[in-house]
């Protein structure tokens, strides 16, 4: 049996959760508006471990989302599951966050469309098809009327994530379908976390750095 503690922190949602062998056994999230992940995640962590008979030390492996999305999330995320590895001396997984979200919805022909709010008409993207294989790879885009359109006049293509609302008008074709309330999760990691495992797939915990994707700006009011 491999126990993997899953932590997904790149949105507003904090999401914890306690898989086996890749099976979720127990999970815990909020979609805060106000990102609370500072002061929510150890005290998941803590919940779904006590929800089990399961304690730190039974523990084989920590996943971490690791990006792309929200700076200040994945700094939070990987911090906490950098902690726990180097207490625990146990391995340190990370799992793409945007193929970590296209796994929360399934379709039987088309095109998934992952999306991550990277402020204004920009958003953190990729391409899967029906079966999850990555057709497009992950970038930060400018979304306009010609977005996708080489998919769009393909197949059916599904938008989701909490960049893909404000893109609703812009792409407003006959193939674009939208699906609201979908938000990366720490129930989606476990398989994904538990094949990294079987391969020995970790990072170095030492260096370990999220995925940015784009650099942190830091901008300052004119007065």
Not at 83 to 98: E, K, M, R
Not at 115 to 143: C, G, P, Q, W
Request: proline residues 2%.
């Amino acid at each position: 049996m491999a126990y993997i503690l899953n932590i997904e922190t790149a949105t507003k949602n904090c999401s914890v959760s306690l898989a086996n062998d890749g099976e979720i056994v127990v999970f815990k999230e909020l979609n805060d508006e106000g990102f609370s992940h500072a002061e929510k995640l150890n005290g998941f962590i803590s919940d779904v471990l006590a929800e089990t008979s399961i304690t730190f030390s039974d523990l084989n492996a920590v996943a971490v989302s690791k990006g792309p999305g929200s700076y200040t999330g994945l700094r939070i995320g990987v911090s906490a599951a950098k902690g726990l590895c180097f207490a625990l001396d146990i391995p340190l997984i990370s799992v793409n966050t945007l193929i970590s979200l296209a796994q929360s919805i399934s379709i039987r022909e088309g095109y998934k469309i992952p999306m991550l709010d990277a402020r204004r008409m920009e958003v953190y993207s990729a391409v899967f098809d029906e079966n999850n294989h990555l057709k497009e790879a992950v970038s930060a885009t400018i979304i306009s009327g010609n977005s996708f359109h080489e998919f769009l006049e393909k197949k059916e293509v599904y938008f989701f994530g909490d960049g893909a609302f404000k893109c609703k008008d812009v792409l407003a074709h006959k193939n674009a379908k939208f699906i609201d309330n979908k938000f990366p999760s720490a129930k989606e990691m476990g398989i994904l976390s538990y094949e990294k495992y079987k391969k020995s797939d970790f990072e170095n915990v030492a260096y370990f750095e999220p995925f940015y994707l784009k650099d942190f700006v830091v901008t300052t009011s004119k007065k």
